[in-house]
């Protein structure tokens, strides 16, 4: 499956719109795509509780403040097509499954931002683990 709304709507998030512009969602791709770019939570594939990448997204965007008052966000997932697309502002829905925010069932792949654009998160799979990373931009003076 290749259509990043139905992606977004098969892992439990409602589609609320678009926003922002197709340069933004590449820059945050780009930044979590760099060699130097380094996870701040790893989850084994072979880790027992099947909730364990839910758990640790949860965790992080609630210490970043991801999320905004409602709960909305935007997001990239990798699809055919996203990468000449704006964000799509969502919000999890009571059944949200982070592991299946990719082209394929399990296996997540996506950026996401605060509405502001100040906290970044990218989610992918990388060798036998599911990675976290998270990038603060700090504000001008």
């Keep these: 499956m290749t259509d990043p709304y139905e992606i977004v709507r098969r892992a439990g998030f409602e589609v609320l719109g678009t926003e922002g512009t197709v340069d933004e969602v590449r820059d945050v791709w780009r930044e979590f795509s ?27 965007v609630t210490s970043t403040g991801l999320l905004s008052s409602a709960g909305e966000f ?19 829905g009571a059944d949200a499954r982070v592991l299946d925010l990719g082209p394929y069932t399990g ?24 990675w976290i990373l998270v990038s603060v931009r700090q504000g001008e003076d």
């Excluded at 935007?74 to 999890?92: I, K, N």
């Excluded at 792949?109 to 036998?128: H, K, P, Q, Y």
């Design 74 to 92: 935007l997001l990239s997932v990798s699809a055919t097509g996203t990468h000449d697309a704006a964000w799509l502002r969502v919000r999890a």
């Design 34 to 60: 760099s060699a130097s770019a380094v996870p701040t939570v790893r989850i084994a594939d072979d880790d027992p509780d099947p909730s364990a990448v839910d758990t640790a997204w949860t965790r992080v």
């Design 107 to 130: 296996e997540p792949d996506f950026v996401a931002t605060n509405m502001g654009r100040e906290v970044s998160v990218a989610v992918t799979s990388e060798e036998d683990e599911t």
